[in-house]
């Protein structure tokens, strides 16, 4: 006895049956992520305004993460996001939430440690640090080295500090802020030359630095080259007029604490 159309009709509708899920949860997974990436640039608009609109855009990166929970850079804009709100402890989470899933996620580790070191976790920033560094294709590696290099500055570790920062350059010469701030600390450790050639390297970098022209005005003024300081203030005036108000542009601080 053949069987009938309507039975084949059905067993054939058996047969798509799992396959027309699977399309259908395909679909709806499409759907989501597609949401959540419209959720996370309406996140990023509002943290382009000025001032940013922080709550707002928290709103959108956490509608985006929770229509995609996979979605990383919606995860990491909330961390952010928690951290300019001063949660701290919400932006811990969100950056380790990442780190879970992907360990070798360096730019997590760098804003995670950033996070322990604005609490003045200097041991677990650290160690965000060093984990950061581990991945030898992370592009930015410079980042790590110079936040290490602050946290063992503001410990008055001015050894390791300059070790940090001659690694961020090692990394990436191109940065002025970097090279002044390891003037900085030369300056600190009472090395006036390697300071003062520093500051000019920043210079040569971005020849507007103005914290690496006032830098060097101070310490001319304080090694007594007042000719060389004076044109210093000078370049800093030219390039912010509104410090000419000031009176105690030329009241240096000194280096050492």
């Known amino acids: 006895m053949r069987p009938s159309r309507r039975f084949l009709a059905g067993l054939l509708l058996l047969m798509l049956l799992p396959f027309l899920s699977y399309c259908g949860l395909k679909e709806a997974g499409i759907k989501r992520q597609d949401e959540s990436i419209a959720f996370y640039k309406f996140g990023v608009a509002y943290l382009g305004d000025n001032p940013p609109a ?4 928290y709103i959108e990166f956490q509608k985006a993460v929770e229509a995609d929970p996979k979605n990383r850079d919606a995860r990491y804009a909330l961390g952010h996001v928690h951290f300019e709100l001063q ?10 939430q990442i ?10 580790h760098n804003y995670l440690g950033r996070v322990y070191a604005f609490l003045g976790e200097d041991d677990l920033a ?5 984990n950061a560094l581990k991945n030898k294709q992370y592009a930015t590696p410079e980042a790590p080295y110079w936040n290490m290099g602050l946290v063992y500055l503001r410990q008055k570790n001015y050894k390791y500090s300059v070790q940090a920062l001659k690694n961020a350059l090692r990394m990436n010469s191109a940065i002025a802020p970097i090279h002044n701030q390891l003037g900085e600390v030369y300056a600190k450790m009472g090395d006036v030359e390697n300071a003062v050639a520093s500051y000019e390297r920043a210079l040569e970098v971005n020849p507007d630095d103005l914290n690496a022209h006032y830098n060097l005005a101070c310490i001319y003024q304080r090694e007594g080259v007042q000719t060389l300081a004076d044109a210093e203030f000078d370049r800093v005036v030219a390039l912010s007029p509104a410090l000419k108000a000031e009176k105690d542009l030329k009241q240096c601080a000194s280096p050492v604490e």
């Not at 922080?54 to 855009?57: C, K, T």
């Not at 949660?87 to 380790?96: D, G, H, P, S, V």
């Open 54 to 57: 922080l709550q707002n855009a």
């Open 87 to 96: 949660n701290y402890q919400e932006a811990i989470e969100a950056f380790k």
């Open 99 to 108: 780190i879970e899933k992907a360990p070798d996620d360096s730019e997590a």
């Open 126 to 130: 650290i160690a965000a640090y060093e």
